[in-house]
């Protein structure tokens, strides 16, 4: 388990640990889920949007560009009929 106590800012911002971005594979620009239960607040990642995932994966693979969505939708319509 990992705790470690953390001091809210000015502006009501407190900074993630360290630790625990490691161990929960957070990121700059990942997102979080705060939830409340009685006295604890209780930080989560939200399910993985699968599209992004593979988004992020392909555009860090050295030959791949960007594919338009609408190229795209319009493959899979020809493929469908």
Known sequence: MIEEEMRV??????VIPRALRKA???HPGS?????VEGDKV????????????L????M???????ISPHLYQG???ERIR
């Open 60 to 66: 860090n693979g050295p030959s791949v560009r960007r």
């Open 42 to 53: 209780v930080l989560r990642k939200p399910e993985g949007d699968t599209a992004a995932i």
């Open 9 to 14: 800012g000015p502006k009501g911002q407190v």
């Open 31 to 35: 997102k979080v889920i705060f939830k």
């Open 55 to 58: 988004e992020r994966i392909a």
């Open 75 to 77: 493959e899979i319509t």
């Open 24 to 26: 929960l594979k957070i």
